[in-house]
């Protein structure tokens, strides 16, 4: 599965930007997707995911700012980010939870990420 993300730039505080996220390759299912961001000297941290199903879980320093949405059939992955912070700034990578056609498992996939840099 190949994930990639495309919408990142370089933006002033309170501006908004839109990420963007293609699955392709040979899956027969996506259970999920989502977006995970690494900050300068920072881990990987969790930002937002969306089930199959439509259920969205965000995390709560971009809960009310960011909205996370997908469109299945075409296997694509959004991340709408407004009122954005200079500590938004982050390379922002997009993950998918699919399983191989003729596997029994699902596995994650990650993307090469993005950056967004937001400046002040």
């Known amino acids: 599965v190949q994930l990639q993300a495309s919408g990142g730039g370089l933006v002033q505080a309170g501006g908004s930007l839109k990420l963007s996220c293609a699955a392709s390759?040979?899956?027969?299912?996506?259970?999920?997707m989502g977006w995970y961001r690494q900050a300068p000297g920072k881990q990987r941290e969790w930002v937002a995911d969306?089930?199959?199903?439509?259920?969205?879980n965000y995390a709560d320093s971009v809960k009310g700012r960011f909205t996370i949405a997908s469109d299945n059939a075409k296997a694509t992955v959004y991340l709408q980010m407004n009122s954005l912070k200079p500590e938004d700034t982050a390379v922002y990578y997009c993950?998918?939870?699919?399983?191989?056609?003729?596997?029994?498992?699902?596995?994650?996939?990650w993307g090469r990420g993005t950056l967004v840099t937001v400046s002040s």
């Open positions: 969306i089930a199959s199903g439509g259920s969205v």
């Open positions: 390759g040979r899956f027969s299912r996506i259970s999920g």
């Open positions: 993950n998918a939870r699919a399983r191989l056609i003729g596997s029994g498992t699902d596995n994650d996939y």
